[in-house]
């Protein structure tokens, strides 16, 4: 068995070693409290930009839009990449299925456009400056 003063002069040592390990990690940023209806509304934008070219003629360009809103959010990294991520999730989430413009696309376009109406007004209403 290790004599005391080592056994304690390895455990300061160790112990160094991983505050050390922890101070050089970077720290973690507190997302917004609108985060998840952002990426929500990040999410029906992509949807909304794969659907609007089948079911409408013409329409806003959602993609500039969601360019529009990241800007103005000022997002850090990680919070731009997960709001990117969201609208191509909701983009691949229509594209997989649909071709044409259906009445189920057709129907999907009109209920999102309520929600990110909706969702919209929420965001400003609670946390607009």
């Known amino acids: 068995m290790p004599s005391f003063p080592i056994f304690r002069a390895k455990i300061r040592l160790l112990a160094m070693v991983l505050a050390s390990a922890f101070l050089l990690q970077p720290a973690a940023a507190v ?17 909304l930009y794969f659907l609007q070219p089948l079911c409408e003629a013409e329409g806003a360009d959602w993609r500039a839009q969601m360019d529009d809103l990241i800007t103005l959010d000022n997002p850090d990294d990680d919070r731009r990449q997960r709001l ?9 989430a229509f594209a997989r299925f649909h071709r044409i413009c259906t009445p189920s696309a057709r129907e999907a376009y009109k209920r999102l456009l309520v929600e990110a109406q909706s969702l919209a007004r929420t965001i400003h209403a609670r946390f607009a400056e």
């Open 31 to 47: 997302d917004p409290p609108y985060q998840p209806q952002m990426e929500r509304l990040s999410e029906i934008m992509g949807s």
């Open 84 to 92: 990117a991520g969201a609208f191509n999730g909701g983009y691949e």
